[in-house]
């Protein structure tokens, strides 16, 4: 087990770099110049070319990947194009934010869906599991652009127990993170009233209640313990797509993370940010990758990865 | 039975539609549902009703080629990995990660400006973001199967790779399977109008439910119904494609034990 | 088996990395301050480097200049007490005493010399470096007076008189950030988020007189149904012109908001590329002209928050040109021009189209309908109109490339007619210029070169409504309409005046009345 997870964080790298360089390709492919962004429409064409050449924009694609690399290497991660400051402080002032708003989505619909999810599934065909259902079918159908505000409107201006958005205390996550998590919380909820319900049939658990134990141990301990490995593979999945909705999330709540800051670097074509975040924002869903793996790996054992 | 409802309405749509989805009459700009526009009428004044049910059509198209192609990319790439094992495991896994690392926004936004905006190309980044979840969870399936006692079976019996992969593990993928298909059908749908918010997805005039949600978004004050309606149609399809994937499952389930 | 401690501990690291996350409590609104949402961002504070809107308006509330613009585009003075031409390539500008920085440190003549020549400095990567082109030396004579020499006469440069002066030393591009920029004018900085909010707080010792509020906190809010959501619910004061026109109606019924509208100066246009082998024709521009409605367009999708324009200048411009032939809705009359053209409709009323064109527009909802509705009304006359959404750093690339047929832009902040020479002049033809469609016409050469030489302003006044004239006739854009200004404020703020281009610079005089209830 100790090499396994020795090749997995071997590759951590290699896999990052592959990201970051089909990142850099790409972004050079697309059409749109900086520089025009930068310098707006008062510049002189002159003082544009300038600024290509000091920013090195003008050379071969070659060349400008070895040396966007080799300030990677050693920790440079350049300056921002259009915002001011380095990359590496844009990141880290606005990293903390999407940190927050992603684990408390991951953290309420984790709290949401098994309790939900086992419901349904022990009680299955009944009202509750029918809420449950209908519950789940609202995330999935809602993309959080439309239930954003909805929820702003409901818990904001009508009731206004919340603040509508920005970041500036608890109160302000709660809708935000809630949005965010809805999907997952739906996905998840399916998941493991699925996974209960395939796992109660096995053998096993006839072996467990015909050893008498009560209904509930059997399905808590046993049922579910199986089913972690779906639950799993579906949390570390959807991880990426939470890191994507934070995009849309951010930008409906004002919310100050990396999410709105890469599609403002994309917009404005700012190489050295866009590189950044992508950076940021695939180290850490290969974290997560790398974490849902080891429990993967440790919630079934049985599981091995050789040929 | 409700997907038979949907794709009714896919085919017959312009059939029964009252009014052209285009035509548009400034004036008559977000009336509420009345007896001439059943469901009201858009911004551009262009009957709702009438857009709703043409883009059925659209939803439908989005919906099942993004998920047809993405989960045979996806089951081929993940079994191979699965089964194999190994470097090929570790060199496609790899693979998977990096692409899934890879913000999929980017690669969007990529696509539709080097190859320009519209429907096709909305559907093939949906496409080439979307194998890898397939990927990834067939993989895990084989894993944990791989180990099971009929599948040794079944090795032992001497079976090429190749019949157990499709005859043995293939139906035990197949719950999971659709049951992600189902959302992942669901998800193109809403994933394109996720696109249209940041501008990205079909061009005017083409009425998407995605895209129609996007564009109602700005009235939800005074006009509610024009995200109403196509967040309902989004719902009722949802719904009918989890219904359809349950009793897939719950079919498959008796057969298989 | 072994699961459950890990699911808990998979609950724990959640949770605990959650609470190491939780951001401080910070208070949402400081007492006496000003709350306005904006919809962009302000990139650059520091007058030498601003070039959106937002920054440069938010950047005139902290920095001072030797002038400023009013109502009429005419200049005023602000630092500068008088100036004038000492002869053809020279200005003198008289400084007013007893201006301080916010640092306590008087402005003098060589913070004045220093601002201009740092944007002069081509190390320090100035966008405006090149409308300071024919500058060539600034020399401060004095601590009070500033003399500027030219290397050959050039009206248009009082325009950048209006560049806000930075205390010598201020480094360039920021090397810290900008949240320590120092200025002199009402309010000072006191916070720079970027993307998130930019504080100010109200100068006491301003020389102006002091600002009747605290200060301000502008506040980046994307969204436009979350900010209307923000102001109904009280924490957003004050919102200039990010309204979608039709939450307006929302406004009147839903809050108690005060809302002003005022003519404005922002002019949106058709472009179009004179080299396109059909849109070269003047009679095809012409009938385009003729079969737009553009009141229809304000009145449904604008909800009336625009005026059709003839021209580039608006009304309230000093050298405005009020008779110009106009070109109202007439389809009939945009069918005869294109069969006289040249170009018969194959099937009369049917589906066929004379010829097909694209139109690039951005992905911004409101200039999508917009889109759309020009398709509806050229399709009318028989002109296929493919609408191609892009987003923008892809759609501007290529309109400063030259590669369109047709699309629709806005220009902001026009001082200075000579933003003539800049759009027409056959040397201004991308990528030297803003000339993106290619046009050329002799006169109109001669007369924007004249205009830039000649330092009389009733000659200039004459050249610049010649060109208007022509340009009115020749259509190398075509003039759709001025966007209104539109001011939502809670009742109890008083003293706010509007300016033509957006400009805040009113909050200065602005104060809160007794607090209201939350509307």
């Known amino acids: 087990m100790k090499r396994y997870f020795t090749n997995r964080l071997l590759l951590f790298v290699p896999t990052l770099m592959g990201s970051l360089t089909l990142v850099f390709f790409l972004i050079h492919f697309i059409p749109g110049d900086p520089v025009e ?38 920790g440079d991660l350049g300056r921002s194009l259009y915002e001011q400051g380095t990359v590496a402080e844009l990141i880290l002032s606005r990293f903390p934010a999407t940190m927050e708003l992603t684990l408390a989505a991951m953290g309420i619909a984790l709290f949401v869906a098994f309790p939900l999810g086992i419901l349904a599934a022990v009680k299955k065909n009944s009202l509750m599991d029918r809420i449950a259902l209908l519950f789940s079918l609202l995330g999935l159908a809602m993309p959080n652009f439309w239930l954003g505000p909805l929820l702003m409107i409901i818990f904001s201006i009508e009731l206004g127990w919340l603040p509508v958005s920005g970041r500036e205390g608890l109160a302000h996550l709660i809708l935000p993170s809630f949005t965010l998590g809805m999907l997952m919380a739906s996905i998840l909820i399916r998941m493991v009233r699925s996974s209960l319900l395939d796992t109660i049939h096995e053998d096993y658990i006839q072996t467990a ?99 | 039975m409700i997907l038979l409802l949907l794709l009714g309405v896919a085919l017959l749509g312009p059939a029964i539609a009252p009014y052209s989805p285009t035509e548009q009459h400034l004036e008559q700009d977000l009336l509420s549902p009345s007896q001439d526009h059943l469901l009201g009428t858009d911004k551009l004044g262009r009957d709702i009703l009438s857009r709703i049910l043409y883009g059925a059509r659209i939803s439908v198209l989005v919906g099942t080629s993004t998920v047809g192609v993405s989960l045979l990319i996806g089951l081929s790439i993940g079994s191979l990995s699965g089964y194999c094992g190994g470097w090929v495991d570790q060199l496609l896994m790899r693979l998977v990660d990096v692409l899934m690392a890879f913000p999929g926004i980017l690669l969007a936004i990529a696509f539709t400006a080097v190859l320009g905006p519209g429907l096709n190309h909305v559907i093939l980044a949906l496409c080439l973001i979307g194998w890898t979840g397939y990927a990834r969870l067939v993989r895990g399936e084989i894993l944990a199967l791989r180990e099971r006692e009929f599948i040794h079976a079944a090795r032992a019996l001497g079976g090429s790779p190749g019949r157990i992969i499709v005859l043995h593990l293939l139906p035990n993928l197949l719950p999971p399977l659709l049951i992600q298909a189902t959302f992942g059908m669901a998800a193109a749908i809403i994933a394109e109008g996720s696109l249209s918010f940041l501008g990205l997805g079909v061009q005017p005039p083409t009425p998407s439910w995605g895209s129609m949600l996007n564009e109602g978004r700005q009235f939800l ?10 967040g309902l149609a989004i719902m009722i399809t949802v719904l009918g494609l989890n219904l359809v994937g349950d009793g897939m499952r719950d079919r498959l389930e008796k057969r298989g034990k | 088996m072994k699961f459950k401690p890990f699911f808990l501990l998979v609950f724990a690291w959640v949770w605990v990395s959650l609470a190491a996350c939780l951001p401080s409590p910070r208070p949402d609104r400081p007492a006496g301050y000003l709350v306005i949402a904006l919809e962009s961002n302000p990139t650059h504070l520091d007058p030498r480097y601003a070039t959106d809107a937002n920054s440069v308006r938010i950047g005139g509330l902290i920095f001072n200049a030797l002038t400023h613009t009013d109502q009429h585009a005419r200049l005023q003075p602000e630092l500068a007490e008088r100036w004038e031409a000492v002869d053809e390539r020279t200005y003198l500008f008289h400084l007013k005493k007893g201006v301080t920085f916010h640092d306590g440190k008087p402005l003098t003549a060589a913070d004045v010399k220093f601002t201009y020549e740092s944007v002069l400095e081509p190390k320090n990567r100035s966008p405006r470096r090149a409308t300071l082109r024919l500058l060539k030396a600034v020399d401060a004579i004095g601590p009070y007076q500033v003399r500027f020499r030219l290397s050959a006469p050039y009206a248009p440069f009082l325009e950048n008189s209006t560049l806000g002066i930075v205390p010598t030393g201020t480094p360039s591009r920021g090397a810290s950030g900008e949240n320590s920029l120092i200025g002199s004018g009402p309010f000072s900085l006191e916070q720079f988020s970027p993307g998130e909010k930019v504080v100010l707080k109200a100068n006491p010792s301003y020389w102006g007189g002091q600002p009747g509020l605290s200060g301000l906190v502008f506040k980046m809010i994307p969204d436009a149904i979350v900010r209307s959501l923000e102001f109904k619910k009280g924490t957003v004061d004050f919102i200039q012109n990010d309204i979608e026109p039709d939450n307006l109606i929302w406004f ?7 809302i002003l509208t005022q003519q404005g100066t922002i002019f949106q246009y058709l472009g179009m590329n004179l080299d396109h082998p059909i849109l070269k024709i003047l009679e095809v521009r012409q009938a385009i002209a003729y079969a737009i409605d553009r009141e229809a367009i304000i009145r449904h999708l604008l909800k009336g928050l625009a005026t059709p324009a003839t021209g580039l200048l608006s009304p309230s411009h000093w050298a405005y040109e009020r008779s110009v032939p106009r070109l109202p809705y007439d389809p009939e009359e945009a069918k005869r021009l294109l069969d006289h053209a040249g170009f018969p409709d194959p099937d009369g009323d049917g589906p066929l189209p004379r010829f097909k064109l694209s139109y690039k527009t951005t992905t911004l909802d409101l200039r999508r309908r917009i889109a759309e509705a ?7 006359v028989g002109i ?136």
């Open chain 2, 221 to 230: 004050l005074i006009a509610p119904h024009l995200t109403t309606f196509p």
């Open chain 1, 37 to 74: 962004v930068m310098l707006g429409e008062t510049a002189s064409s002159v003082d544009k070319e300038a600024l290509r050449q000091e920013l090195g924009l003008n050379q071969p694609l070659g060349i400008q990947y070895i040396r966007f690399f080799s300030a990677l290497l050693q």
């Open chain 3, 374 to 380: 020009f398709k509806e009304q050229l399709s009318r």
């Open chain 3, 252 to 258: 009147k019924k839903n809050t108690n908001a005060s």
């Open chain 1, 209 to 307: 209640r015909a050893k008498g134990l009560s209904e509930w141990r059997v399905w808590l301990k046993h049922a579910l313990g199986n089913s972690l490995l779906s639950v799993i593979t579906i949390v570390g999945l959807q991880f990426g797509a939470l890191l994507a909705g934070s995009i849309i999330t951010e930008t409906i709540f004002a919310w100050p993370g990396i999410g709105r800051l890469t599609i403002q670097a994309i917009q404005t074509r700012d190489y050295p940010l866009v590189q950044g975040c992508v950076l940021v924002i695939s180290t850490s869903y290969l974290v997560v990758n790398f974490l849902t793996d080891i429990l993967y790996h440790l919630a079934d054992p049985r599981v091995s990865y050789g040929p």
């Open chain 3, 384 to 519: 296929e109109l493919e609408v191609r959404t892009y987003e923008w750093g892809t759609f501007y690339g290529d309109i400063q490339k030259g590669n369109f047929h047709l699309y629709s832009l806005s220009w902001v902040g026009i001082t200075d007619p000579d933003i003539y020479f800049n759009l027409f002049h056959s040397s201004s033809i991308v990528p030297y210029g803003n000339n993106r469609g290619r046009y050329r016409n002799p006169e109109i050469d001669r007369l924007l070169e004249r205009g830039r030489n000649s330092l009389s302003p009733e000659e200039r006044k004459q050249i610049y409504r010649r060109v208007q004239k022509i340009l009115a006739v020749e259509l190398p854009t075509i003039p759709l309409w001025w966007v209104k200004n539109v001011v939502l404020m809670k009742r109890n703020i008083e003293g706010f005046v509007p300016f033509p281009d957006g400009d805040l610079i009113s909050l200065k005089n602005v104060s809160i009345a007794s607090p209201l209830p939350p509307s």
